[in-house]
């Protein structure tokens, strides 16, 4: 079983920068793909960046590339999500989760390819 926390959310205003953290427990998540994904009001969750399980690739969606920047701590069972510039449509509940495949080659953008999530953080941007 793994359990995944987000925190690092806020209320803030266009162009300002947060940081997000997934605190993984349970077993560790150093072997997998991580990602991080949105829900806005209204909508459905939408990926927003992946993260290899070394650490030595990532993905974003269009969105938010050149914006936000995935990393991750394996020692310390970390994910992270910079975000930077933000945008009042980057406003949702960010969630983080892991990929279902031990080692996985491929950088994996859908939900249903992600098995562990956690409760979510808001994130507000206010114009």
């Known amino acids: 079983q793994v359990q995944l926390v987000e925190s690092g959310g806020g209320l803030v205003q266009a162009g300002d920068s947060l940081r997000l953290s997934c605190a993984a427990s349970g077993r560790s998540v150093s072997g997998y793909t991580m990602g991080w994904f949105r829900q806005a009001p209204g909508k459905e969750r939408e990926f927003v960046a992946a993260i290899s399980w070394g650490g030595g690739s990532t993905y974003y969606a269009d969105s938010v590339k050149g914006r936000f920047t995935i990393s991750r701590d394996n020692v310390k069972n970390t994910v992270y999500l910079q975000m930077n510039s933000l945008k009042p449509e980057d406003t949702a509940v960010y969630y983080c989760?892991?990929?279902?495949?031990?080692?996985?080659?491929?950088?994996?953008?859908?939900?249903?390819?992600?098995?562990?999530w956690g409760q979510g953080t808001q994130v507000t941007v206010s114009s």
């Open positions: 989760a892991r990929e279902t495949t031990w080692r996985g080659v491929v950088l994996n953008t859908e939900r249903g390819r992600y098995d562990y």
